[in-house]
């Protein structure tokens, strides 16, 4: 079943295109949006040097890599960012949207689970969407600061490969940084 | 016709990443966005986290992308010891106060975990998150520690390898092209009527001291540094400065006035002048050098057309080195005697003004206002601290430099 986005603003480009997930759900996008993904720009590029007719909405990007929650997310995540194409606000107009997007951020982090932040890094990564990638790494970041040597371990699924005696000589040494660690 | 496209447009063409799949960029990216307790901790996760963190290149990323990503950063500031502190015998309270670099509002305190012989420590400088320090009163001690508060580490230098020590003028810097933390001393001594000048240099690398040579040409049979109690030996492009008067004897009674800017290129270690702005004729009482914004600058305090009227100009070398590009910033009016504590990253300007003697309950009491200057725009703040003492203040970074090393302590 598809999934459109909202309708295109009059004002900003209203060429779309139509990306499709590893499962198989389709999404129409705006064209400013989907250009901050920059995987899918080059591929846009390559499309319209190839074949001037096949444009935009009737070309589908596969993206196999990513999973149609994480796209939904992402999609969303872009729209909010100042659009390149957008008129330029005066400071007034500019601080509201600031305003907005900080409570938007906080309302989005809220409602994710730590192991979507894996996913949407990694499909921002696949997906070069440098924006993207700076907000998830950062809440990512925010959210192990303060955890246990375990919890990270568990979460990244790495392996402990140190001894016991070495493991707890880097703990003696920093003692005061393993203080103040959050509940897992 | 997609499925052609297929094979071009993914960069990273792999199946639905586990965990594990992250790529190692993205961890790094992740690791620069933490501050140094985490860094610290997370050593521990795995040998690979450990070799990632401790790498000299992730500590230069972190160094920037963390101290960036905050809004307004950090200062950490102390009591100034002072003359007249060491003269009453005034105890030093040896208590450092981290706090906001916009409003000086507190954070946190702690101690300065080492002691000089005097109990006057003496800040020098400060270089992506270290702090140098040396004894107030030289003829004391002529020890020298670098500390890194943000990851409670310090390591006292070793000892001179100068065969005197006087009149001793210092700086630190940080040496980029290197990767180098660096400490120069300038030793000038009088016997009879010779003078001799001696400079070493202190790389953290080698963690020894060196001589080098002076090798600035010029014949004036005396000169005297310039402390004005701003930090005065300002890291600007890659260069310490120190402001010099000289004075030459010339036949008879004469004797010149000059001064210049000598620099120390802390790569090449080599010292050169640098020149000053052309003077307004106005009368000039003192002058020192600081650094405004990441940029060489000359306060100047001198009297304007009024008799009465003291006036501070400051004045900021656009181009490095350019004499051309010197620039006056502004002009303040002052009221006589207040202290100038210097520059915050941000261009901010610290001032203590006189104290006023305010009357509360029937008592007269000394009250210090100090304000926070913009030169740019001239807003002037109040900070909310009342500072009784003259402040040295230093950027506070979060860094993980001098993490590893020899002869380095914990407290």
């Known amino acids: 079943m598809s999934n459109t986005s909202e309708n295109p603003k009059p004002s900003s480009s209203s060429a779309k295109m139509t990306l499709k997930t590893s499962d198989n759900e389709l999404f129409e996008v705006e064209e400013a949006v989907a250009m901050k993904f920059c995987t899918v720009k080059q591929y846009f590029e390559d499309e319209k040097d190839s074949d001037v007719a096949a444009r935009g909405s009737t070309t589908v990007i596969p993206l196999p890599n990513v999973h ?14 100042p659009q390149s194409n957008a008129v330029a606000d005066n400071h007034e107009e500019e601080e509201t949207k600031k305003k907005e997007r900080k409570k938007y951020e906080q309302g989005l982090l809220k409602n994710l689970m730590p192991g979507e932040l894996l996913d949407l890094i990694s499909a921002a ?14 809440a990512l970041a925010d959210h192990i600061q303060n955890k246990s040597v375990e919890y990270v371990r568990k979460f990244f699924g790495i ?8 493991e707890e000589k880097y703990r003696e040494e920093y003692a005061w940084a393993f203080e103040g660690v959050d509940e897992d | 016709m997609s499925q052609s496209k297929q094979a071009r447009a993914p960069k990273i063409l792999r199946r639905r990443t586990r965990r594990d799949d992250l790529p190692e960029e993205i961890v790094l990216e992740i690791l620069a966005r933490l501050p140094v307790k985490s860094l610290l ?21 972190h160094l920037l992308c963390y101290n960036n990503n905050h809004d307004g950063g950090y200062v950490i500031h102390m009591p100034k010891a002072t003359f007249s502190m060491a003269y009453f015998h005034l105890p030093h309270s040896q208590i450092c106060t981290l706090a906001f670099d916009r409003t000086f509002e507190t954070i946190s305190e702690f101690r300065i975990p080492f002691t000089f012989e005097s109990g006057y420590p003496s800040l020098v400088g400060s270089c ?47 040496d980029s092209q290197s990767n180098d933390y660096k400490v120069v001393r300038i030793s000038q001594t009088r016997v009879k009527d010779v003078l001799a000048r001696e400079v070493e240099v202190y790389s953290l690398s080698s963690d020894s001291w060196k001589r080098v040579g002076l090798g600035v040409s010029w014949t ?15 890291f600007v492009s890659g260069h310490l400065h120190w402001m010099i008067e000289m004075t030459e004897e010339g036949g008879g009674q004469e004797r010149r006035f000059t001064s210049m800017i000598l620099s120390f290129d802390v790569n090449s270690e080599k010292f050169k002048e640098l020149p000053l702005p052309d003077d307004e004729g106005s009368f000039i009482v003192t002058k020192c050098v600081t650094s405004f914004k990441g940029k060489l600058a000359l306060i100047k305090f ?44 941000y261009g901010i300007l ?62």
């Open chain 1, 68 to 81: 149609s929650a994480v796209l939904a997310t992402l999609i969303s995540y872009g729209k909010k960012l």
């Open chain 2, 350 to 411: 610290l001032i203590r003004n006189m104290p006023r003697l305010v009357s509360t309950n029937c008592e007269l009491e000394r009250k210090y206002k100090s304000v926070l200057i913009d030169p740019e725009t001239l807003n002037e703040n109040e900070i909310s601290i009342q500072v009784n003492y003259h402040l040295d203040v230093a950027t506070y970074m979060e860094s993980l430099a001098l993490l590893d090393g020899a002869n380095v302590v914990f407290h």
């Open chain 2, 220 to 234: 004036p049979n005396a000169f005297s540094f310039s402390f004005n109690g701003i930090l005065a030996f300002p």
């Open chain 2, 128 to 174: 992506n998150g270290i702090l140098c320090f040396t004894d107030f009163i030289i003829s004391k001690s002529k020890d020298v520690y670098l500390w890194n508060p943000s990851i409670r580490k310090f390591k006292r230098l070793p000892d001179t390898c100068l065969t005197q020590l006087r009149t001793l003028v210092i700086g630190f810097g940080y």
């Open chain 2, 41 to 61: 901790k997370f050593r521990c996760v795995c040998k690979t986290w450990y070799s990632y963190i401790t790498n000299p290149n992730f500590i230069s990323t």
């Open chain 2, 302 to 345: 001198g009297y304007g057309v009024q008799p009465h009227s003291m006036l501070c100009s400051i004045w900021v070398m656009k181009e490095y080195g350019v004499l051309d590009s010197w620039n006056k910033l502004c002009v303040l009016p002052v009221d006589a005697f207040i202290d100038f504590t210097g520059f915050t990253n």
């Open chain 1, 159 to 166: 392996k402990n490969d140190y001894e016991p005696h070495e």
């Open chain 1, 125 to 138: 990564n696949y997906l070069d969407f440098k924006e993207g990638l700076e907000f998830f790494n950062q």
